[in-house]
T-cell receptor, first 114, second 110 residues
Framework: EAQVTQNPRYLITVTGKKLTVTCSQN?????MSWYRQDPGLGLRQIYY???????DKGDVPEGYKVSRKEKRNFPLILESPSPNQTSLYFC?????????????FGPGTRLTVT | RKEVEQDPGPFNVPEGATVAFNCTYS??????FFWYRQDCRKEPKLLMS???SGNEDGRFTAQLNRASQYISLLIRDSKLSDSATYLC???????????FGAGTQVVVTP
């Protein structure tokens, strides 16, 4: 089944404790992206990747890191989480950006930082 | 000012009625436009792309007005299952960057 998976789905952690949210897609998509969703603000793009070893900042990259060592995986790293990073996070992938860049989203990771 | 704006609603719609709502964007160089559907904080799912000439997919019609910088979504013959939040998405002129609106909530009532 073609899908984007994220782990963990739910996470409660404390300020400053490094964490990684994994994202994996089995559709051989070149493009992957991370978003956070907060009430009233909609989806905001954190980082994106056009292909392996190619990443770039979205609109809200502060406090996050990413890597793209393999085509299928695009982990999101929070080196020192803070309470303002409490949010619902979505990973997405797309086959290509030329033409119609249709994004497929993972199920989301609900993160709470206390 | 947000780059992509939507009326949050809710739009309360009787079953069988038609509802329409817009999404405005500020970057005139934006290239691609989409409508996504999101149920109860689950993952967004692509509903349809929006083409310059307008396009239909069953009961859904999307329009793009580049001069006034907005896209619209019209739902005909609303079903209870159409109750959801509809997000507009805009791909700007920078490779890989997308902006989403905060969503318009639609509630279809019996």
């Amino acid at each position: 089944e073609a899908q984007v998976t994220q782990n963990p789905r739910y996470l409660i952690t404390v300020t400053g404790k490094k964490l990684t949210v994994t994202c994996s897609q089995n559709m051989n998509h070149e493009y992957m992206s991370w978003y956070r969703q907060d009430p009233g603000l909609g989806l905001r793009q954190i980082y994106y990747s056009m292909n392996v070893e190619v990443t770039d900042k979205g609109d809200v990259p502060e406090g996050y890191k990413v890597s793209r060592k393999e085509k299928r995986n695009f982990p999101l790293i929070l080196e020192s989480p803070s309470p303002n990073q409490t949010s619902l996070y979505f990973c997405a992938s797309s086959p290509r950006l030329a033409g119609e860049p249709k994004q497929y989203f993972g199920p989301g990771t609900r993160l709470t930082v206390t | 000012r947000k780059e992509v704006e939507q009326d949050p609603g809710p739009f309360n719609v009787p079953e069988g009625a038609t509802v329409a709502f817009n999404c405005t964007y500020s970057n005139s160089a934006s290239q691609s436009f989409f409508w996504y559907r999101q149920d109860c904080r689950k993952e967004p799912k692509l509903l349809m792309s929006v083409y310059s000439s307008g396009n239909e997919d069953g009961r859904f019609t999307a329009q793009l007005n580049r001069a006034s910088q907005y896209i619209s979504l019209l739902i005909r013959d609303s079903k209870l299952s159409d109750s959801a939040t509809y997000l507009c998405a805009v791909k700007g002129d920078s490779w890989g960057k997308f902006q989403f609106g905060a969503g318009t909530q639609v509630v279809v009532t019996p």
